[in-house]
């Protein structure tokens, strides 16, 4: 079973830095994409950075310039560094990965438990 474990959220004060990772860990044949969603409360979940296998990387325009993702393929790992943290930024954050088990088994889709990050003002 493939299982994606986030760590490193908690609370921190605006303008300050967090540094999340996420590990793939149990049996799979490949990774593909992993990327960083986040879900503030009442709102709907939505993306914040991927990573191709490749290492092209995307993150988008709200945290541009903030947030950085990094990834390990030897140590199937992505990470996202935080930095100049705002109250906005408050959300648990979702480790995200699409996963091919076997060599001929499809690609899926899979999600780690998420993350709390919280940011006071």
């Known amino acids: 079973q493939v299982q994606l474990v986030e760590s490193g959220g908690g609370l921190v004060q605006a303008g300050g830095s967090l540094r999340l990772s996420c590990a793939a860990s149990?049996?799979?044949?490949?990774?593909?994409?992993m990327g960083w969603y986040r879900q503030a409360a009442g709102k709907q979940r939505e993306l914040v950075a991927t990573?191709?296998?490749?290492?092209?990387?995307n993150v988008v325009d709200f945290v541009k310039g903030r947030f950085t993702i990094s990834r390990d393929n030897v140590k199937n790992t992505v990470a996202l560094q935080m930095n100049s943290l705002r109250p906005e930024d408050t959300a648990i954050y979702y480790c995200?990965?699409?996963?091919?088990?076997?060599?001929?088994?499809?690609?899926?889709?899979?999600w780690g438990k998420g993350t709390l990050v919280t940011v006071s003002s």
């Open positions: 995200n990965a699409d996963v091919k088990v076997h060599e001929l088994s499809p690609w899926m889709n899979y």
């Open positions: 990573s191709t296998s490749s290492g092209d990387t």
């Open positions: 149990g049996s799979f044949f490949r990774l593909n994409a």
